[in-house]
């Protein structure tokens, strides 16, 4: 007998629709997966089959064909096992689930029949929804996950009993409700205060331009100067996700299998910080079957690489293309993935390998020329704000009060945001992310602005790239002034955040 019920492959960060069909039938007794499993998926037979005498049912006799259509698809994981359960019962005439075509089944199964969590619930339930199906099957622990994907039912199960009596009708099943504003209102905003953060203004000045135009910033200065601290300190003043952004987000953190369980939404920007041995994959992504990278997990949120010039010439190489156009494609045998990654990038370093500025380090000009070289120029030139970070002194340390609080901070970047939002009508999402043509719309100069900036070009030998990013970052320090028209004052503050590298890269 033949039976059918419906499930999806997760590709990259998208999931694909599968049908899972069983057909037992006379002959020698096995059993045969087809339709490009992984290891995972072959396996699979074995766990099924004993969760299935471990549930009460019996295995039947004969040869037993499991097909994952399309075949031209690869198949991994263990997400299968509850709808190949299925389909194998209704194909030995065990169960007769009446509604089993209008639901799609994900999930692991233990040898007991209870079922495991797994990851990427929240494309396949996105998937399942464009395939018009009325709702899907989940483990208990991934409900809230799928459960945020608005018009379809998200039924959670335990036990592969229960899967059966719900679709079989016998046994009623509540689907799972997430009020998603209920999630935002309780979401913190991640990182210390810079209230704790004693003197640094200038660089608390850079930060919340960071935050305002979601830009990218490098901190340069001595040991000890508070660069790891003030950078950890960023989150704190980012704007809250937008349920898109929290959706695209927890997409990411979902196939990566980072969600922890019963977790619905991820609310809160991401905060990476990888360390400098991490490979390219790391980075990057990919593997032998693509997946998200360090990039791909910071979207929406901050990448930060500490001692930025510890990690590798050809790891750092790779952020050039994702930082310019926002996404990676990554191209290996198993096929050919797309990650989002609009991530602000956040490096900190020292300005010599004995951590002292050039002109008082006891480094030979080689050593601090190898030292530097290792950052390209085509990289630096894709860091909008380059802020030195000077030793706190002690009046500073000894004073009662660090200055502003994360909260005040982030109201001024949460409205410059807006003014953002309202210009663009969402797209792009922020200044960094400006092309050229809006550039010529939104970031007109009068006569002492441009002789300024003219100025600065020719003294500092600054690059086309880095006059485009002194325009996003003069239009963000506007945006946080409520002024709609660019001043000599807003590109000479955005001027100051380029030539420090001119004065250490040379």
């Keep these: 007998m033949l039976s059918k019920v419906h499930a999806a492959a997760l590709r990259g960060v998208e999931a694909s629709p599968v049908e899972v069909e069983v057909h037992v039938g006379p002959g020698e007794e096995r059993i045969i997966v087809v339709g490009l499993p992984d290891a995972a998926v072959r396996e699979s037979v074995d766990r099924v089959s004993t969760a299935l005498t471990s549930s009460g049912y019996h295995l039947p006799p004969g040869k037993t064909t499991i097909n994952l259509a399309p075949a031209d698809l690869r198949k991994e994981g263990p997400s299968f096992d509850l709808a190949i359960a299925l389909a194998w019962l209704m194909a030995s005439d065990q169960a007769s689930p009446e509604r089993a075509e209008l639901y799609a089944l994900v999930g692991e199964l233990a040898l007991t029949g209870q079922l495991r969590r797994v990851k990427g619930v929240l494309p396949i339930a996105l998937t399942a929804r464009a395939e018009g199906r009325r709702g899907l099957l989940v483990p208990a622990d991934n409900a809230p996950e799928a459960a945020v994907v608005e018009g379809l039912e998200v039924i959670p199960v335990k036990t592969l009993r229960e899967a059966v009596g719900f679709l079989a009708g016998t046994s009623p099943l509540l689907p799972v409700r997430v009020d998603t504003q209920s999630l935002f209102s309780k979401a913190q905003a991640n990182g210390g205060d810079l209230q704790e953060v004693k003197g640094q203004e200038t660089v608390k000045r850079a930060l919340e331009i960071t935050a305002a135009g ?27 996700l937008t349920l898109n952004e929290a959706l695209e987000t927890t997409r990411i953190h979902s196939v990566a299998g980072l ?224 002024s709609e028209k660019l001043t000599a004052a807003h590109v000479s503050e955005a001027i100051q955040y380029r030539s420090l590298d001119r004065q250490i890269w040379t």
């Excluded at 830009?215 to 980012?238: D, Q, V, Y």
């Excluded at 901070?409 to 663009?424: F, G, K, L």
């Excluded at 922020?430 to 020719?458: F, G, I, K």
């Design 214 to 240: 979601g830009h990218n910033l490098i901190l340069i200065g001595p040991p000890g100067t508070g660069k790891s601290m003030l950078a950890k300190r960023l989150g704190g003043i980012l704007p809250p």
């Design 259 to 482: 969600l922890e369980p019963h977790q619905a939404l991820v609310t809160q920007r991401p905060f990476r910080a990888p360390h400098h041995t991490a490979s390219d994959a790391g980075l990057l992504g990919g593997n032998i079957n693509p997946s998200p990278g360090e990039i791909s997990l910071s979207h929406h949120g901050v990448l930060f690489l500490d001692e930025l010039p510890e990690f590798r010439r050809s790891v750092l190489e790779t952020m050039r293309q994702p930082l310019e156009e926002g996404h990676v494609t990554i191209s290996r045998a198993a096929g050919t993935m797309t990650f989002p990654s609009e991530f602000m990038l956040v490096a900190a370093m020292n300005p010599t390998p004995d951590g002292k500025m050039p002109s008082e380090s006891r480094s030979s000009p080689r050593e601090i020329q190898n030292y530097l070289g290792r950052i390209s120029g085509p990289l630096l030139d894709r860091i909008d704000l380059h802020v030195e970070v000077p030793p706190v002194k002690f009046r500073e340390m000894n004073a009662q009060a660090g200055g502003e609080s994360s909260a005040i901070v982030r109201e001024r970047v949460i409205a410059a945001r807006d003014i953002q939002q309202r210009r663009w009508h969402g797209a792009p999402a922020c200044n960094a992310r400006m092309q050229p043509r809006d550039l010529q719309r939104h970031c007109t100069l009068d006569e002492p602005a441009r002789l300024l900036l003219h100025s600065a070009m020719e003294e500092l030998d600054l690059s086309a790239r880095a006059y485009d990013r002194i325009l996003k970052v003069a239009r963000t320090i506007a945006d946080l002034a409520h």
